[in-house]
């Protein structure tokens, strides 16, 4: 499976960004998806993920600002973003793997190439 993540952007503290995450070549539903993203200088960091039947998660960091959704029809994950920050600044990106979700980037062995999201203040 290829994924490709885009929406990420420049925007103002407090606003909002959709990330979409599109799959080609199988179906999302036949996967766990993830998101991560990896601030300059820092680690990848788990942010959530969606799983079939509609079951998501979302870290502690970003509960209450972050939601994911997804779109079997279009076989798209969505990343919705609200009350950004400055230290949300990171590329995002999303990946896919069968089974279980988990939180660790290294189970999972298809990415997406990324999507930058500047937060300024």
């Known amino acids: 499976v290829q994924l490709q993540a885009s929406g990420g952007g420049l925007v103002q503290a407090g606003g909002s960004l959709r990330l979409s995450c599109t799959a080609s070549?199988?179906?999302?539903?036949?996967?766990?998806v993830g998101w991560f993203r990896q601030a300059p200088g820092k680690e990848r960091e788990f942010v959530g993920y969606?799983?079939?039947?509609?079951?998501?998660y979302r870290t502690t960091s970003v509960k209450g600002r972050f939601t994911i959704s997804s779109d079997n029809a279009k076989n798209t994950v969505y990343l919705q973003m609200n009350d950004l920050k400055p230290e949300d600044t990171a590329v995002y990106y999303c990946?896919?793997?069968?089974?279980?979700?988990?939180?660790?980037?290294?189970?999972?062995?298809?990415w997406g190439q990324g999507t930058l999201v500047t937060v300024s203040s």
């Open positions: 990946a896919a793997d069968y089974g279980v979700p988990q939180r660790s980037a290294t189970n999972y062995q298809f």
């Open positions: 070549g199988r179906p999302f539903s036949e996967f766990a």
């Open positions: 969606a799983w079939s039947g509609g079951t998501t």
